[in-house]
Antibody, heavy 126, light 108 residues
Framework: EVQLVQSGAEMKKSGESLKISCQAS????????IGWVRQVPGKGLEWMGS????????KYSPSFEGQVTISVDKAVSIAYLQWSSLKASDTARYYC???????????????????WGQGTLVTVSS | DIVLTQSPGILSVSPGERATLSCRAS???????LAWYQQKPGQAPRVLIY???NRAPGIPDRFSGSVSGTDFTLAISRLAPEDFAVYYC?????????FGQGTKVEIK
């Protein structure tokens, strides 16, 4: 069974750094892309970026490029999302999600999300 | 970037009735690479439909997807109590992928 288990809720202050994690199991981690999706409380879904676990190739949404860093540790099947300096506007729930492989279009480099983590709530106070 | 506009914002439907949700793209989506997700309160989204009309594994056949040009539709034939949720469309036919703003299906 595919599982994505995310790290627990975080409460931080503006300016602090943070790294949240997504532990994958039940499939061959290095063969798949993993994406990160933001959801501000009461709002919709926003794609932040994706990473290919095999070689760490990374794609970022223009809205989030330079604001966050996505990485993986293949040895332990974990994906990470990190901030160097949080802002109050980063308050949201963050989901990791596996991108389907069977229908993944390698020319476009995008796909749909077939499995999701439970989300990590990040609260940033000013 | 491709903009996805979902309508209506809120759909009030009685259990057992049919619901039709719309997702209009600002331009044609390559290979109809569009997915629909369901999100219930306090839960992560789950995929219902991919490739505009293919049901994901385990999704009941009362959910169906269709496309006409840049207009995508999710239909729920007979609403069950567990279907009241927010539904999002996502296009992955061009980079960056984008989501619609969501349609909330509520009990009438």
């Amino acid at each position: 069974e595919v599982q994505l288990v995310q790290s627990g809720a975080e409460m931080k202050k503006s300016g602090e750094s943070l790294k949240i994690s997504c532990q994958a199991s039940g499939y061959i981690f290095k063969n798949y892309w993993i994406g990160w999706v933001r959801q501000v409380p009461g709002k919709g879904l926003e794609w932040m970026g994706s990473i290919y676990a095999g070689d760490s190739e990374t794609k970022y949404s223009p809205s989030f490029e330079g604001q966050v860093t996505i990485s993986v540790d293949k040895a332990v099947s974990i994906a990470y999302l990190q901030w160097s300096s949080l802002k109050a506007s980063d308050t949201a729930r963050y989901y990791c999600a596996r991108i389907d492989l069977l229908y993944f279009d390698w020319l476009i480099g995008e796909g749909f999300f077939d499995n999701w983590g439970q989300g990590t709530l990040v609260t940033v106070s000013s | 970037d491709i903009v996805l506009t979902q309508s209506p914002g809120i759909l009030s439907v009685s259990p057992g009735e049919r619901a039709t949700l719309s997702c209009r793209a600002s331009e044609r989506i390559n290979s109809n690479y569009l997915a629909w997700y369901q999100q219930k309160p306090g839960q992560a989204p789950r995929v219902l439909i991919y490739g505009a009309s293919n049901r994901a594994p385990g999704i009941p056949d009362r959910f169906s997807g269709s496309v006409s040009g840049t207009d995508f539709t999710l239909a729920i034939s007979r609403l069950a109590p567990e279907d009241f949720a927010v539904y999002y469309c996502q296009q992955y036919g061009s980079s960056p992928q984008t989501f619609g703003q969501g349609t909330k299906v509520e009990i009438k």
